[in-house]
C-alpha cells in the first residue's frame, strides 16, 4: 500500500515564526503537492513538484515555498507564518506513468497560528 | 475559474435508502474525474475514478459513479447508505495535458449525514 506521512498532525505556532512541515512517500512517486483545506473552499493546491528540485506553483502560493531535495521528501515552509495561514495542510503524491493517475494523500498536519 | 462544482455542501439520508451525491465539471477534452471521501481528522482516501470507457464505475465499499458526457455530470451513488457513510466527500477533476501537470482541480466537498 501507498503510504503518505506528513511529520505532525497537530501544530501551534506563533505568528512571525518559520514553520516547517515535512511530508514523506514511499513509493518512489515522482509527483509530490501541498494543498490546504478550509471549510467552504474545498482544497487548494499551493505547489507541486514533478521532480527532485523542480518546483511549481499553484493557485495560492503567496506566503508559501517549498523543497524537494530528495525524490521521497516534499517540504512547505512558511517563512513567516500568519493567522491566516491557519488551516489544514494536506500533502499528496501520484505517479507520472502508467495508469493510475490518482493521488494519494496524507494524513493531514492541523496548524494553528496565533 | 472554477472545473468542477458540487452543488449541495449537505445531503442527509435515511440508513438503507439510496444516496447520490453530486458533481458536474466544466472543462473541454475528456477529463479524468474521480471521488474521494475524508472522515473527520483524516486524509483523503481515493474510492473511483473515470479515465475512459464503460460509463459506470466502481468503486470501493460499495460505491459507484456514472460518467454523463451530455451533462457534465460524475454523480456518485450508493444503492444502500449506512450510517459509517457519513464523511465529507470530494469531486476531483485532472485535465490532461493542462499547464497544471498532473494536478487535480476539487470541488469544496459535499458533507454526508447518514441517519439510523
Known amino acids: 500500500d501507498v503510504k503518505v506521512t506528513q511529520s505532525s498532525r497537530y501544530l501551534v505556532k506563533r505568528t512571525g515564526e518559520k514553520v516547517f512541515l515535512e511530508c514523506v512517500q514511499d513509493m518512489d512517486h515522482e509527483n509530490m503537492f501541498w494543498y490546504r483545506q478550509d471549510p467552504g473552499l474545498g482544497l487548494r493546491l499551493i505547489y507541486f513538484s514533478y521532480d527532485v528540485k523542480m518546483k511549481e506553483k499553484g493557485d495560492i502560493p503567496e506566503g508559501y515555498s517549498v523543497s524537494r531535495e530528495k525524490k521521497e521528501r516534499f517540504s512547505l515552509i512558511l517563512e513567516s507564518a500568519s493567522t491566516n495561514q491557519t488551516s489544514m495542510y494536506l500533502c499528496?503524491?501520484?505517479?507520472?506513468?502508467?495508469?493510475?493517475?490518482?493521488?494519494?494523500f496524507g494524513p493531514g498536519t492541523r496548524l494553528t497560528v496565533t | 475559474a472554477q472545473s468542477v462544482a458540487q452543488p449541495e455542501d449537505q445531503v442527509n439520508v435515511a440508513e438503507g435508502n439510496p444516496l447520490t451525491v453530486k458533481c458536474t465539471y466544466s472543462?473541454?477534452?475528456?477529463?479524468?474525474l474521480f471521488w474521494y471521501v475524508q472522515y473527520p481528522n483524516r486524509g483523503l482516501q481515493f474510492l473511483l475514478k473515470?479515465?475512459?470507457?464503460?460509463?459506470l464505475v466502481k468503486g470501493s465499499y460499495g460505491f459507484e459513479a456514472e460518467f454523463n458526457k451530455s451533462q457534465t455530470s460524475f454523480h456518485l451513488k450508493k444503492p444502500s447508505a449506512l450510517v459509517s457513510d457519513s464523511a465529507l466527500y470530494f469531486c476531483?477533476?485532472?485535465?490532461?495535458?493542462?499547464?497544471?501537470?498532473?494536478?487535480?482541480?476539487f470541488g469544496k466537498g459535499t458533507s454526508l449525514l447518514v441517519t439510523p
Open positions: 499528496a503524491s501520484s505517479s507520472q506513468f502508467g495508469t493510475v493517475y490518482e493521488q494519494y
Open positions: 476531483a477533476v485532472r485535465i490532461p495535458n493542462s499547464n497544471s501537470g498532473y494536478a487535480l482541480n
Open positions: 472543462v473541454s477534452g475528456n477529463p479524468y
Open positions: 473515470y479515465i475512459t470507457g464503460d460509463n
